[in-house]
């Protein structure tokens, strides 16, 4: 099985942006659909965005959509979270996941089956 390592995490200002990096290893990553989630303090974990098996089609929740951009690079094994414009609403642990797909494309309807241990955001102000 894929296991997840999240790394990036820390505080910052509002305004400000982040990059958030998950490695994969122990697994064929170019198989997976990959997306991130959020939790935070007294909430369940939320969709945030997620990405397909070769990088050609994204799915972002509403309320990071515009501000996040999901990436990933098949060669280094690795999925990408760029945040920009961060607000303090958006301090949570984000966990990176994978999961297996029908189509090579699809990013609606994953089981997501693989989870990172994840990383602390904290936005100020």
């Known amino acids: 099985q894929v296991q997840l390592v999240e790394s990036g995490g820390g505080l910052v200002q509002a305004g400000e942006p982040l990059r958030l990096a998950c490695a994969a290893s122990?697994?064929?990553?170019?198989?997976?659909?990959m997306a991130w989630f959020r939790q935070a303090p007294g909430e369940g974990r939320r969709f945030v965005g997620a990405?397909?098996?070769?990088?050609?089609?994204?799915n972002y929740a509403d309320s990071v959509n515009g501000r996040f951009t999901i990436s990933r690079d098949n060669v280094k094994n690795t999925v990408y979270l760029q945040m920009n414009s961060l607000k303090p609403e958006d301090t949570a642990v984000y966990y990176c996941?994978?999961?297996?797909?029908?189509?090579?494309?699809?990013?609606?309807?994953?089981?997501?089956?693989?989870w990172g241990q994840g990383t602390q955001v904290t936005v100020s102000s």
């Open positions: 996941a994978a999961g297996f797909t029908l189509w090579q494309e699809q990013v609606i309807g994953v089981s997501y089956a693989f």
């Open positions: 990405i397909s098996r070769s990088g050609g089609n994204t």
């Open positions: 122990g697994g064929t990553f170019s198989t997976y659909a």
